[in-house]
């Protein structure tokens, strides 16, 4: 017997670390396959220049949003539900480890039908940032939204864009396009962080990067994801801004003829005879 109850002992460790990891891989890939999608989802707009997020704002933007396959059901009264991913820009200019977030929105009047969409809001200021980091807030009334230019080249937007904290977009059957989402209510996803982070942990230790366990690969490539599109953007920004305007070609002159080094002080340098010229003596009368 004390031979078995060591062998169990020894066992249950590794019973219990076996258990522990079991339950860590299946509790985050739900998560990792939503943070898998968000890369696709940026990715594929980005790769199109006339429907991309323009450099500018993507450049200056203090945190993104992307919500892979929002679903909008109605029949009569509709709503709108979709999970995905917030990073915030840190000091440095990088880009923080993503938090999970949920999107919920309700609307009423005569519809039907069922449609799924990609949306990705960009913040423009951190006022907003601290409404969602605290809880929830709603766009438009807690933060004003607007619809944003699509193109990497996009001209100003019109004044009402310009006064809103946050731009939003939204992609169906292939279209990408600014999208007003007035109403719709942006709140932290608590259950989906600490299966992803770890028991307690808050959107403000995310984005910190004060977590208790590493982020996964997914969530790793999402942040690149972001990182790379910055990177484009800043580049296409500084190629635009500092190309030098091309000059016309200067004409072609000929060489100058080479000039005969200059006499020593003190000697005598003859002069060629076609170099004298003669003048007319004077006629006599």
Known sequence: MPA?????SLRLP????????VGTAMAGAREDARAQNAVRVLTEIQAIPESAIPDKLFDEAHAIVVIPDAIKAGLVVGGRRGHGLLSVKTADGTWSNPSFVTLTG?????QAGVQSADIVLVFRSERGLESIVNGKFTLGADAGVAAGPVGRNAAAATDGQM????WSWSRARGLFAG???DGAVLSIDDAANEAAYGQDTTPRMIFESRIGQRPSAALVGFRDSLEEASAAARAARGTSATAPVAAAPAPTMPAPAAQPPAPAPGTFEPVPDDAVQSEPLPSTP
């Open 14 to 21: 590794l019973l219990l670390a076996l258990t522990l990891a």
């Open 163 to 166: 006064k809103a904290e946050i």
């Open 106 to 110: 309700g609307s009423i009047g005569l």
């Open 179 to 181: 999208v007003a989402l």
């Open 4 to 8: 078995d109850r060591l062998r169990l």
